[in-house]
């Protein structure tokens, strides 16, 4: 297995030896009941169920694997994901930060044992462990270009891309989105990762 500092949030089983590379096609965010996630072959790999506060992610074989949930009282807006056996295991928190012309997300991530659905959320005394962030594309930061990172090393742990779903798919819909995952890493959480800044930068 690749080594590398990214925390395993919803299941050691999606960390895999290579780079992964998922398609998130047209109305990935907001369609109807939801969405399946391909990759570049177009084999299915996830599916996406929306509802009105939260998302759940469900593998191919039927299995809930993780949910990003709504925080509705909240001074920014934020998404706790839930993953377990039940998905009542708070795994991690996810934080909206707008700077300027910039939008960025803090990630914080718990660990064992895990704060439930009731518990309280308390963040103020935590550092971020990840950040979520817009590219600087010709000096303008821009939500086609998002990198997920490190927060103190920098570190790369995926991006999510509108030109290289053109240049690897060779697509020209402006809906169409390449999210590309480093060996090793949690591909569900950067799944439910991208899920999140999707849906927080357009509230």
Known sequence: MATNSCPVVVARDYCYDKEVQL???????????GFTIKDVDGNDVFQVKN???????????????????????????TYHIYSGTEMT???????????????????YVYQAPFASRDDPTNIDNME??????????NNCPTISEVVIVNKNTGEE???ISKKRAREVLGETSDKTYLLTVKSGVDVA???????????AVKL
């Open 51 to 77: 509802h009105v506060y939260s998302q759940e992610l469900f593998n191919m074989e039927g299995q809930k694997v993780a949910e990003i949930s709504r925080k509705k009282m909240a001074m920014r807006i």
């Open 157 to 159: 742990y995926a991006d």
């Open 128 to 137: 971020p462990d990840i950040i979520i962030k817009a590219k600087t594309v």
């Open 89 to 107: 295991e708070r795994r991690a928190t996810l934080n909206l930060r707008h700077t300027g012309l910039h939008k960025k997300a803090h990630v």
């Open 189 to 199: 959480f950067m799944v439910m990762s991208a899920v999140f800044f999707n849906i």
């Open 23 to 33: 398609q998130l096609k047209g109305e990935w965010l907001f369609h109807c009941g």
